[in-house]
């Protein structure tokens, strides 16, 4: 855990204060989070209704990726992902293929014509998503657990309908350990976090009026009591939205930036500080890569065959995003905190 100087309180400097209200108004606000938690287990009881072809195929369903650690962010940009990422742990015979289980899970959530999600439901490469009317959407990834290996370690499934051409695949995951992984390596200090977490009912209670956190929420981190880290990881995948607003291609994947803060968390005092440290962190990062003539390669610390870089960067992308995006940001971070202080 992060020792807080005590000479130097947490969020008194001015650039701490603006990047904490920053901070605020990009992630979810408590009712979008209750939004989200409802969704989540209004899906979940949808696939296993009655007349499912998954009624009583789900072994387990969980958060991933952004719930599962605490880092939404609102939907504000045009290319900004307001999402609610699962993992539906299905019964399903060993040898089932790709397309079959997410053509199953397609069929369960999609329902019958005029049914609620009918016309919302989209089969993805890795997943079924339903689009909601408010710019949520909730993304369900088929899972196959893989018995005898480390807790919710399953396969995942690869099939692109639109270019059968492109081989099937199975890839290994395993979304529960590392949030577990990056929990454990991102812990909130307790001076820090309840400092930010009135600055945040504060704002709440003067601009959104929310309504009080329900009790009944899958389990992960209280959406308020954060790390430096933490928020940073916010900070950071709202500056990428705000990059990407208008370029083209694939942007960076937030897991491989959580995997990244989470390597260099609890070594600051300060927001601006960790901030810094995590966009330099980040930046040798690339530039490393690039030197070495290779791609960005990030794998899962709890299981390395889960690569979380496998569909970025393209080789041609890799120099435009370090060059054009990661040093020129951070030297003028470094300029904004030193005239901030």
Not at 207 to 231: C, G, M, T
Request: proline share 7%; glycine share 2%.
């Amino acid at each position: 855990m992060t020792k807080i100087n005590p000479l130097r309180p947490p969020l008194t400097d001015p650039a701490d204060i603006l990047l904490a209200d920053v901070a605020i108004r990009v992630q979810l606000s408590r009712t979008d989070y209750d939004k989200a938690v409802q969704r989540y287990q209004t899906i979940n009881d949808w696939i296993e209704r009655d007349e499912s072809p998954l009624k009583d195929r789900v072994e387990l369903f969980y958060p991933q990726g952004s719930m599962a650690i605490g880092t939404t962010i609102t939907s504000k940009l045009k290319t900004d992902e307001f999402d609610v990422d699962v993992v539906a742990q299905l019964a399903l015979p060993l040898n089932v293929s790709p397309r079959e289980s997410l053509d199953l899970l397609y069929e369960a959530i999609r329902g019958e014509p005029g049914s609620r999600y009918y016309s919302k439901t989209k089969r993805r490469t890795r997943c079924v998503t339903v689009d909601y009317d408010d710019n949520m959407h909730l993304d369900v990834t088929p899972a196959l657990r893989m018995k005898g290996t480390l807790e919710r370690q399953s396969w995942i499934f690869h099939h692109r309908p639109d270019t059968p051409q492109e081989p099937s695949r199975r890839l290994i995951a395993n979304p529960y350990g590392f949030a577990e992984w990056f929990k454990n390596n991102t812990p909130p200090d307790d001076a820090f976090a309840d400092i930010f977490e009135k600055r945040v009912e504060e704002y709440e209670r003067l601009h959104i009026l929310a309504e009080a956190a329900r009790d009944s929420v899958p389990p992960q981190e209280p959406p308020l009591r954060k790390s430096k880290a933490v928020i940073v990881l916010q900070l950071l995948k709202r500056w990428r939205n705000v990059q990407y607003d208008t370029r083209s291609g694939r942007r960076p994947p937030s897991i491989m930036i959580a995997k990244l803060v989470a390597d260099a968390a609890n070594h600051t005092d300060r927001l601006s500080e960790e901030l810094l440290l995590q966009a330099k962190y980040m930046l040798s990062v690339f530039q490393q890569a690039h030197n070495q003539g290779r791609l960005v390669h990030i794998v899962n610390p709890v299981c390395t065959e889960d690569v979380l870089t496998d569909r970025w960067p393209e080789r041609d992308r890799i120099r435009s995003y370090s060059s054009e995006i990661l040093e020129p940001s951070c030297k003028r971070l470094s300029g904004w905190l030193r005239g901030a202080i």
